[in-house]
């Protein structure tokens, strides 16, 4: 923890996430849970998702409610009042803790209707979701010396592209009913 420390001693608000997967590390749940009540942290965890080439399986999927289980068995949680457009739903394991813990539940409850978020990809391109195969290039423009600000065509594209949900054979919904994602050789 010495670098998050470093951190937390700067200000930095400090947010860690993991993927707890069955069978690969599902054993370091309860330890991570347990830094949210030493350190003034948010410690996150993320249901395993598809991702094109990471060998996605729904089995080894542990969801949200699974991993709450698996903390009552230790701890008597606290649930924290969530934002409207939070993605990550917080808990407390106790008065005294110095940080909250929280789950993004991509898998077992999608909450594509309730997501504002945009993100900016490291090679320069911005996405309405993480699934979304919708891209606009941002750092493209830049090179070419082009305005990037808030009136140009992207953030139109960020506004006016926002699904609730998506029922494509990629989107995230599919795949939470249907098991497998689905890609073509030439898209991730």
Known sequence: MGKYNASIDLGFKVKLNAVIMRGINDDELLPLVALSHRYPIEMRFIEFMPFYGNTWERGKVISVNEMLNVIAKEYNYIK??????????????????????????????????????????????????????EEFDLLNLYRQGKDISSSHKGRGMAQTQKKKEDSSPKSIQWIAKNGKPQYDKDSG
Do not use: Q
């Open 80 to 133: 924290l009042v969530d934002e409207k457009h939070d993605t990550s739903r917080k808990y407390r394991l106790t008065e005294d803790s110095k940080g909250i813990f929280g789950f993004i539940s991509t898998m077992s409850n999608a909450f594509c209707g309730g997501c504002n978020r945009i993100r900016l990809t490291s090679d320069g391109k911005m996405k309405n979701c993480l699934f979304g195969a």
